[in-house]
């Protein structure tokens, strides 16, 4: 047994061997790329049986020495600066693509043409078109591909959707949503690829939007048609002009009737990641707010006659019958952000080991193209002050 | 003296007689006929001196034996059910209308005629036309007049006028109400003259959302554009068809280059009077809920090295420094929803008692024809799919 | 008709006049003459139709200036420094007692004797001793009799009563209460009556103490013991020595076996006027926190299957089905601390017009000398060390 | 390498081979078993470099099936349902004893006495004799010790800790814990080793009364005495009878005059986990509630002339210069409360590998004793119904 490895087992580990492991290649170690690793490790027995046991086998990144240090902290075997290393490795199985979005096509692409599962950070494109082709690509190959949405995945969150499929919820009449931060808000901040057309494709749109974009078609289907406007506060930067959105304002209407609103800004003082969305629905109402992740709003209107205490609860959820919760601690005591992404891999895995679909509730690519669409609706109602039908583009048979 | 004077009680009130008393006139005595009347009972002790003591003379209502019940009730002298009559009466020398929507325009304009002062409920009109003759009549006629936009008299909204006056939040970058209740949730709920835009010209956009426009033109300035979706969910209810909206939602865009979003709607399971605001600027953030009135969210960034206890402060707008505060109970000791009106209708009596203007913390009748253009754009932007520029006309010379 | 009147003005008035008015008599002007006064002239109207028709007739207080204001200010036909002149005015019928503590037991014994209907605010006596001596001169008259404990007549506390009497919350384990100030934090605030023993009796336990004292026996029952300590953080401030507490915390077994925890201070910072309790039942759990007075967190255990969204409601206390919303405005436009004191004195008329009992929702003299036994049992739990049992004095027959 | 493990890595790994590796040994599988392994996972790349990288080497439990599932499960090369065999493994170097109460006293010390170090869940001893008899005879071996009073790990609550300690809040007056559970509520939950005075020592108090006790201690600092209340609310459940306490509630002065309560109860119905205090010092004060365990609330006394937006803050204790942020994820990406045991488990790693002392803000042994001397009062003071002083004993020379 080497005895470098954290947590090497040996003889005791036979008949767990019964699940067999799968190779993991990563391009990108920072944000994302440490939040996907920790996922990984975590899998392997907070679900228990796991699907599958990821193995940690090779990740790329810019930099030689911090990817090198990257995957020496995380317990990769192998790192490179480029990229093609990882997507034909013979030992890599998934792809997990947690670069930036310029680098969300080629190397996708690549490795699903090299036969690896592929899981793409979003938005999946800068561009409708390059989510599509990216989407378009992939299809054809047949393997298991995944948009990483990772709100789908929090317990509260799941606990809507559950409440809407079994109607409890009733239908919807709003969904408002919003995704305020604060770290633009001083004008010194430096510029960098976020704040770039080339690089990011557009600004809050793209990086915060499209995760309000993806839960408003979750949750309540698709939209019709978009009003928007946009706003860049502060135009240039030291290090660079900045030629992306600082925010945007949407108004939304769904196929189904449902009225909308969609806002996200990088300039909202005191706020760190301030995801929340309200949905009233014929039966009650619901609000979720990601700081407070582990709780979740909700009112019911009341059928009990003689009950004189209705109103919105704060509910904990952490109970062994909520989403996920089989899996961690008993009630009351809380998970983090990170675990949206124990569950979000864990369905990735077992999707590859028992051949499901990644949908309805894991974000397909399909998913990951729409959100794009949509996200461009809103750039061309904000530009010409017209509301603009959302209307999306299918794979040819 | 008048014996049917509230606050004239034999002689040791002799030298407050030096403050003169103000004869009111009232149409309405349903709503806002009692929230007015309950604030002239509160204004004479409250305030103190009082600016006028208000005497309640005349009011007048559809049914005859209710308006006079209401007269008994709340002690007015006389009760008719013709407002002209109210007009009319030499010793009414303040018209105040709180009747529907369509009531609002010609007795309004027949009181200021008549030489009273005039306070009228919102909106002004049922549409921007009509508001403008109202503006137009009465200003010819030289007396005081305002539009009954009582929340700029909550304290914690003007302590955010305050804030924003003295620069302690820098510049508004986003402002985003809105008014939400659920009266209309069940499709039971009978129709009545707020779900006719022969009554009321518009449905949950001129009864709440009129409320965040004054608002917002109020704290951040006049809007530039807007963009917007309406719904009439029921369209069809025991006792008649409505033909107003249920809800809106709507995009702004502010001549200082802020965005804003603008909500209301009548079908929201939980929300009783959800009228609800957040400004982010460019040094903090803050939010006001009427439910909790007596309490604003105030961020303010940081500039203390060392403070690593940032974050949205609960300020309880009830300190002696707070406005309107030095007329009230010991911090902690919370006022009412109702006191709105004593603070608002106080000062239209002091207008009149020193003759000033009504503006800018006051609502001016322009402000109140100035929201119905902004309800007007609104209706043409949802109908058309087209941004609205905002215009306004002024008063010939 | 009697031109002294505020609610009896002219003709219209006929047939309302067949309420009967009662004539008023206060002592004291400062923050519960106010509060006291302004309900009275609010309930006139608040109710309707009200059981009596209140009068302000003579007020007392210690400064001849500023009593001959506050009658101005509030309506009062007479004042005087001389409370015997309230009290032995034959146009008073009801004795209010807002005087400091050490005024408590001669004027409301000599208004009883006068055959003035009386209430005494809290805490009733400096001791038990006197508090009982009040109570049983006063009992001799057969007046009616009332301590002004306002807070049971918060909506949100009696709705709390309703639920608890019928058995929606079961048996009571926890009573948990606090009541929480600021103001002497600063060691440079000045000493004054409310900080000697001589005047007051004792400190917070005596002003803020009694309120969740009464609210414990209301709400869960008669105490069996105490333990408790006391302290005094400044003891000599500008302008004098402090003889009595700054703050107590009490733990208490109650007859029922509940246990319960009892704390007061006046040097908590940031806290204006936190009154708190939370009550754990077999069934569920309330909390209520007078800063947001018209709210009560109510949790109930889930009984139907399935509903996975259990957790405490934050209860809007403004539904027409609600304690004493009948007589207010649309639900969600929140009353103040004030009204408080609306229902109070109402029930004191009405108890009066009706000849009904003050108890068991109002607080009879009973209940004030009873919670002065508590107050000095927690005294002398506190200096000895030792539990000390709870046991009450009763009249002779 | 070894096909099964998880995060095996090879070449790329010799450079970090620098850093040691050390064996962990375990008792328990369940709750604190599951929470210490998953930290021990996450220790290695959370923290970089981290001071000793753990190896899972060994593992005993009471069932030996469930045991070896355990230790397939969470990576242990052994298991054994002998503690004996794990306290005598030459492998392990550190023991981790996360048994039952009754376990804690002859496995710790049998382990230091084997030259582990140690670290035992809390309370360390069912009594204050048991206790001192495991703190004594683990002193005499000179192990690295620690007692695993988690909370003091929280990054809001060492924030509390920075802020007390340098000034920012100035002296304490009040501190106000507690400790709710509900799981108790229902009658019919049957009967357990923690409802058993034999296994568990005491009920709430040892279980939950022991982290508030001790945070107390860590905060303000010594206890001088205590007065108290316990209760046992069902008697009988299925499975056995109940000797241990429901609930208990104290009052506490501190050696520095501060007053405290203390309160902890398992039958509060809606109270998951919920560990709340309040501490109000001459400055300011704060609020902690586990159920938020990510946020602080800090009122601080305004010194800005002009601020009139004063009041509590909630901070989202999430910036990299808070307390362990510089380890984790961008502000606003919430922690769970697993990681409370990331950061606790490093603090023992850390100081073995560099020879520091557990305290002060690691519990030492020392600390674990003195809380149950807190415990064995708070049980005398509620038997007698007298106050009892705090005294401890320390080791012999």
């Known amino acids: 047994m080497s005895s470098s490895s954290f947590f090497t087992q040996g003889d005791a580990r036979a008949d767990v061997d019964e699940v067999p492991s799968i190779g993991i290649g990563m391009l990108g170690y920072a944000f994302m790329g440490r939040a996907h690793t920790n996922a990984f490790h975590k899998i392997g027995y907070t679900f228990w049986p796991p699907a599958l046991r990821p193995r940690l086998v090779h990740i790329a990144g810019r930099n030689a020495d911090a990817v090198a240090e990257a995957a020496r902290r995380y317990g990769y075997d192998k790192s490179t600066t480029d990229w093609r290393e990882v997507v034909n490795d013979p030992d890599v199985q998934v792809f997990d693509n947690g670069g930036p979005n310029d680098q969300h096509l080629e190397p996708t692409v ?39 949405f990772n709100y789908r995945f929090f317990p509260a969150i799941r606990l809507v959707k559950e409440m809407l499929d079994d109607g409890t919820l009733g239908e919807v009449r709003h969904f408002r949503a919003r995704y305020h931060q604060e770290w633009l808000v001083d004008p010194e901040t430096p510029a960098s690829w976020r704040l770039t057309k080339e690089a990011a494709g557009s600004g809050a749109l793209g990086d915060l939007g499209a995760h309000i974009i993806d839960l408003a078609r979750y949750l309540v289907g698709e939209p019709e048609s978009v009003s928007a406007n946009t706003a860049t506060f502060v135009e240039d930067r030291p290090g660079g002009h900045v030629d992306v959105d600082d925010a945007f304002d949407a108004v939304v209407r769904f196929e189904s009737g449902a009225l909308g609103t969609l806002e996200a800004t990088r300039v909202a003082p005191g706020r760190k990641n301030h995801m929340r969305f309200e949905i009233s629905t014929t039966k009650g109402a619901v609000i979720f707010d ?11 209107i009341g059928t009990t006659p003689g009950d004189h205490a209705q109103g919105f609860r704060t509910v904990l959820v952490s109970e062994t019958y909520h989403p996920y919760w089989e899996n961690w601690w008993p009630h009351g005591h809380m998970i983090g952000w990170e675990d949206s992404f124990v569950h979000e891999l864990e369905h990735l895995l077992s999707a590859i080991r028992h051949d499901k679909p990644i949908g309805p509730h894991g974000a397909t690519l399909e998913d990951g193209y729409r959100c794009t669409e949509i ?3 809103i750039l061309r109602a904000a530009d010409t002050g017209e509301r603009q039908k959302i209307s999306y583009r299918g794979l040819s048979a």
Do not use: Y
């Open 290 to 300: 990601q700081e407070r992740m582990n709780e979740l709003k909700v009112h019911l």
């Open 110 to 148: 690549a490795a699903a043409r090299a036969g690896k599962h592929v899981i793409c950070e979003k938005p999946l494109g800068r561009t409708a078109d390059e989510a599509f082709e990216l989407w378009s690509a992939v299809a054809e190959t047949g393997v298991k591909a995944m948009t990483a």
């Open 375 to 377: 996200c461009d609706a």
